[in-house]
Nanobody, 115 residues
Framework: QVQLVESGGGLVQAGGSLRLSCAAS????????MGWYRQAPGKQRERVAV???????TYADSVKDRFTISRDNAKKTAYLQMNSLKPEDTAVYYC?????????WGQGTQVTVSS
């Protein structure tokens, strides 16, 4: 059983920044890809950013040049630095760990961006 605990969400004004963290309770953190997803009210969950075990990153077009995903394998933690936040970034943000035969989700953290 793997637990992923997100933190760092909150209320911020448009143009502001937040950094989300996702701490994993597993010794095999470094071999797995980590991703951030979000779900706004009434919308489907969407992928925001992914970082592979080798450090390669991909981003949704809507967040490119504003968000940065990173990981610290020693701390077993993934991060999402969010800059220049917009009201449309308002959502519950989830982290996901993906392995060869499994995936685990965190419980989510609310991000609200006011205009």
């Amino acid at each position: 059983q793997v637990q992923l605990v997100e933190s760092g969400g909150g209320l911020v004004q448009a143009g502001g920044s937040l950094r989300l963290s996702c701490a994993a309770s597993t010794t095999i953190f470094s071999i797995n890809a980590m991703g951030w997803y979000r779900q706004a009210p009434g919308k489907q969950r969407e992928r925001v950013a992914v970082i592979t075990s080798g450090g390669s990153t991909t981003y949704a077009d809507s967040v490119k040049d504003r968000f940065t995903i990173s990981r610290d394998n020693a701390k077993k933690t993934a991060y999402l630095q969010m800059n220049s936040l917009k009201p449309e970034d308002t959502a519950v943000y989830y982290c996901k760990m993906t392995g060869p035969l499994y995936e685990w989700w965190g419980q989510g953290t609310q991000v609200t961006v006011s205009s």
